[in-house]
């Protein structure tokens, strides 16, 4: 699990161009990380990786410009869908489970 932690310290400290240590403090200070809570927006649906809105913006604002078009091959429910619809950018999502689909769907309002 270290090896892991590692790897994407590293990964968000070349995203965001500041030091690992950095990524961390901000993040316990300004990002509620838990994702024990359930998504209110895809009620019934559970996710074994709800990424919260939050991170989600944040990564977006960081490393994309309105009207960019977002790449999420793991569309789970949708968070970066709805980000990237909040933030003026297209976005395209895949997903295979057809439960996180209709929840995607739901969330995204595009029944």
Same mark, same amino acid.
């Given at each position: 699990?270290?090896?892991? &932690?590692?790897?994407? #310290?590293?990964?968000?400290?070349?995203? &965001?161009? /500041?030091?690992?240590?950095?990524?961390?403090?901000? $993040?316990? #200070?300004? /990002? #509620?990380?838990?994702?024990?809570?359930?998504?209110?927006?895809?009620? %019934?649906?559970?996710?074994?990786?709800?990424?919260? +809105?939050? $991170?989600? #913006?944040? @990564?977006?604002?960081?490393?994309?410009?309105?009207?960019? $078009? /977002?790449?999420?091959?793991? %569309?789970?429910? %949708?968070?970066?869908?709805?980000?990237?619809?909040?933030?003026?950018?297209?976005? /395209?999502?895949? +997903?295979?489970?057809?439960?996180? $689909?209709?929840?995607? @769907?739901?969330?995204?309002?595009? +029944?």
């Amino acid at each position: 699990m270290e090896d892991y &932690l590692t790897l994407v #310290d590293a990964c968000n400290a070349i995203l &965001l161009q /500041i030091k690992p240590e950095e990524v961390k403090n901000w $993040v316990t #200070d300004h /990002i #509620d990380t838990s994702v024990s809570r359930p998504d209110s927006n895809c009620p %019934g649906i559970n996710h074994p990786a709800l990424m919260t +809105e939050q $991170v989600v #913006d944040l @990564i977006l604002r960081q490393t994309s410009e309105e009207n960019s $078009v /977002i790449l999420d091959p793991f %569309g789970g429910l %949708g968070t970066t869908g709805k980000i990237s619809l909040e933030l003026n950018r297209r976005c /395209i999502l895949f +997903e295979l489970n057809e439960e996180y $689909v209709k929840g995607i @769907i739901q969330r995204l309002n595009l +029944e």
